[in-house]
């Protein structure tokens, strides 16, 4: 499995940003998707997730109301749209694949595979 993450870059405090995750290799419907992040200095942190079939997601509290997941079956693709970003919120950010859904897909050990992670920078 290889997942491909894009769309990071640097925008303004209170900008939007849409990232995308490609996976290749497998069956993208079979898999819960999970974005995480990790700001310099400090540990990989849960962002969002959402069931393979798009009908349940969870979200961080620092990103709840922001953020949106989102994903496409046809095209291979998981997508996570926030609005508001603040600086805090910069970071570089991986898409994960798990064959598992439960609480716990808010934990980076539930995943079994990792995109490379897209850098994104809030400016104030």
């Known amino acids: 499995v290889q997942l491909q993450a894009s769309g990071g870059g640097l925008v303004q405090a209170g900008g939007s940003l849409r990232l995308s995750c490609g996976l290749s290799?497998?069956?993208?419907?079979?898999?819960?998707m999970g974005w995480f992040r990790q700001a310099p200095g400090k540990e990989r942190e849960f962002v969002g997730a959402?069931?393979?079939?798009?009908?349940?997601?969870y979200y961080a509290d620092s990103v709840k109301g922001r953020s949106t997941i989102s994903r496409d079956n046809a095209k291979n693709t998981v997508y996570l749209q926030t609005n508001s970003l603040k600086p805090e919120d910069t970071a570089v950010y991986y898409c994960?694949?798990?064959?598992?859904?439960?609480?716990?897909?808010?934990?980076?050990?539930?995943?079994?595979?990792w995109g490379q992670g897209t850098q994104v920078t809030v400016s104030s």
């Open positions: 290799g497998r069956t993208f419907s079979n898999y819960n």
């Open positions: 994960a694949a798990s064959s598992l859904w439960s609480r716990s897909s808010i934990r980076a050990t539930t995943y079994d595979y």
């Open positions: 959402i069931h393979w079939s798009g009908d349940s997601t």
